[in-house]
Structure formats: C-alpha cells, structure tokens
C-alpha cells in the first residue's frame, strides 16, 4: 500500500486528487494539508511513503517543505511528486535540485496521476515527456546556479565502475533501463542492477537525483 498526503492550498483541488486515489486498491491518501509546515508535520505522523506537493502554498512553500523532507534522514524514504500547473516552470527545476522525484501537471487525468505515483514510488524518475526532460536535463547543467556535490558524491563519483558511469550517463541523458539495455546490448535486469549501485554509492535517493548528480559531477559534459 502506498501512503499518500496530498499538499495543495486548494481545497477543491485537494478534494480532487483524493477522489482519483481512492479507487486504486494500492493507494491511500492518510493526510491532506493546505501548507508546507502542516504537510512535513502530516508526513512524519502518517508515516506517508510519498507527497504530492503543491509548490505555491502560504507559511511554507513547496519547494521549502520538499527540502525538509529530503533532508531529513528519518524521511528518507519518503518521495516527492510535485504538481505544478505550468508544465515547466523555473520552480519545478528547483524542487528537483531539492530532492523531489518528478512532476505532474494539475491537468493530468486519474490514468496519469496513479501511473505517476506509482512510477515514483518505486524509486523511477517521472521526467517526461522527452522534451520536458531534456529541458530539465539543460538547465541543470546550467551554470548559473552551481552546487557543489556533497562529500558522499564526490566519494561516490570515485567509486563508481566504469559501466556505472556510463550507464549514469545515460539516464541523465533521459533514456530508460530498457532504451539503455537495448543500447549496450545487455538485460534490462543488468542494467537495473547496475544503476542501482550507482545510485547508493553517490548518495542518490532515486533515479531523478541521479540525473541530478551526473549533471553537477560532470559526467555528462565529459560524455
């Protein structure tokens, strides 16, 4: 059962969200909340397994809640699924580089939304379409905003084989495990594992934060 609080200032928009949930017998919304200070109290109580976060909220926004969850390691389980109502929008990027997994427009319908949660439950970035994700991948590498990795990174970086990394390198690049398997001629199951690895030995959380440190470690510039 996957545990879900919704976050939205919206109530009618809150209400929505949890009308599309409760039909899927895997899913359980356990907290709504209409601002980021009330949600990161929400997720800790429930035990919530993932967010679906609003950034533009009062008290606390999105982006500020997304960053108290993420870095909090009694959270650390927890992902977050931002919806947004511009399908790119500058504050979406940032709630990536804050830890978030992905994004979902508010228009998505109930197939889109369950798929979506779904997807980032199990630890898969939700970085499409492919030119939404290209976007993403550009301005992260962006110089304009630089962060330096974080000693685990960096430690990571060091660590990783040289199949890791270009297997890193490529899903940064957007492709799936089974585009990547198809693209170095090995099993989709070999490629999980090996991207798998990746993700625990550079600190990753899931594969969107893998996109995120293949762009700040330089791996993908290097390609």
Do not use: C, W
């Not at 209400?15 to 200070?37: H, I, S």
């Not at 009330?38 to 926004?61: F, S």
């Not at 957007?174 to 398997?181: H, K, Y």
Request: charge should be negative.
């Amino acid at each position: 059962m996957i545990r879900v609080v919704i976050a939205d200032d919206q109530p009618l928009v809150r209400t929505g969200f949890k009308a599309l949930n409760e039909p899927a017998p895997d899913l359980e919304v356990v907290g709504e909340a209409g601002d980021g200070r009330e949600e990161v109290r929400l997720v800790r109580a429930a035990g919530a397994d993932l967010v679906l976060m609003d950034i533009r909220m009062p008290v606390l926004d999105g982006l500020a809640a997304t960053r108290l969850i993420t870095g909090d390691e009694d959270l650390a389980g927890v992902k977050v699924l931002i919806l947004t109502t511009f399908e790119i929008d500058e504050y979406v990027f940032e709630a990536l580089r804050a830890g978030a997994s992905g994004f979902l427009g508010k228009s998505a319908d109930a197939e889109e939304l369950l798929h979506a949660i779904r997807t980032v439950n199990r630890g898969d970035a939700l970085l499409s379409p492919a030119a939404t994700r290209t976007l993403i991948s550009r301005f992260l590498a962006a110089p304009a905003s630089p962060q330096p990795m974080d000693e685990t990174a960096r430690r990571g970086l060091d660590q990783l084989t040289d199949q890791e990394r270009q297997m890193t390198t490529l899903v940064a690049t957007g492709l799936s495990n089974d585009e990547i398997a198809a693209q170095l001629v090995l099993s989709p199951a070999t490629v999980k594992t090996h991207v798998n690895r990746a993700m625990v030995k550079v600190g990753a959380r899931d594969r969107a934060q893998l996109v995120v440190f293949a762009h700040r470690s330089g791996l993908v510039e290097s390609a």
